[in-house]
T-cell receptor, first 113, second 109 residues
Framework: DTAVSQTPKYLVTQMGNDKSIKCEQNLGHDTMYWYKQDSKKFLKIMFSYNNKELIINETVPNRFSPKSPDKAHLNLHINSLELGDSAVYFC????????????FGDGTRLSIL | KQEVTQIPAALSVPEGENLVLNCSFTDSAIYNLQWFRQDPGKGLTSLLLIQSSQREQTSGRLNASLDKSSGRSTLYIAASQPGDSATYLCAEPDNDMRFGAGTRLTVKP
């Protein structure tokens, strides 16, 4: 069973569109995250979400919004896509505070035409 | 701004060698440090998480250490195998999960 699953694996779309990436974890974790990995393979955290508390990296544009319908899901919605949004987006989850390891999904490669 | 640096950026070794990957951080208040491996087209796999009180963690052929005073963590891989080829990343969970740029390891058969 996949612990953290993301869909779709690949997403190709045009500039200006709105898209969503889904993430589900079956580990029973209470904290979920979204990361962006740019072309230089550098990973940066975008959001963390725990018990209805959302922590946002201040560098993330407000076109990006996470939505959590329940504890097992944290979906990423992106409005008005731009060329610079092309990257691989990773979802992760952990139980509780930072002294617990995070488990990552396989990533979603987003390409903006 | 707290930084995490990994050296070298790439490393190639013959199979069977022992090797050390380095991670440096500027956050003197670091509490935990986590090591991951990333395979091409895949997410990150957590290898070891070290709490500052532990200083060292071992899992199989992997051993990670944390030295807050020097601002360094090392990941030691014993008897390397071709299956160890991947990019290894260190990160500070308490510093917005700040990652290093990674070390790309190639183990040649």
């Amino acid at each position: 069973d996949t612990a953290v699953s993301q869909t779709p694996k690949y997403l190709v779309t045009q500039m200006g569109n709105d898209k969503s990436i889904k993430c589900e974890q079956n580990l029973g974790h209470d904290t979920m995250y979204w990361y962006k990995q740019d072309s230089k393979k550098f990973l940066k955290i975008m959001f963390s979400y725990n018990n209805k508390e959302l922590i946002i990296n201040e560098t993330v544009p407000n076109r990006f919004s996470p939505k959590s319908p329940d504890k097992a899901h944290l979906n990423l919605h992106i409005n008005s896509l731009e060329l610079g949004d092309s990257a691989v987006y990773f979802c992760a989850s952990s139980q509780g505070a930072s002294n617990q390891p995070q488990h990552f999904g396989d990533g979603t490669r987003l390409s903006i035409l | 701004k707290q930084e995490v640096t990994q050296i070298p950026a790439a490393l190639s070794v013959p199979e069977g060698e022992n090797l050390v990957l380095n991670c440096s951080f500027t956050d003197s208040a670091i509490y935990n440090l986590q090591w991951f491996r990333q395979d091409p087209g895949k997410g990150l796999t957590s290898l070891l998480l070290i709490q500052s009180s532990q200083r060292e963690q071992t899992s199989g052929r992997l051993n990670a250490s944390l030295d807050k005073s020097s601002g360094r963590s090392t990941l030691y891989i014993a008897a390397s195998q071709p299956g160890d080829s991947a990019t290894y990343l260190c990160a500070e969970p308490d510093n917005d999960m700040r990652f290093g740029a990674g070390t790309r390891l190639t183990v040649k058969p």
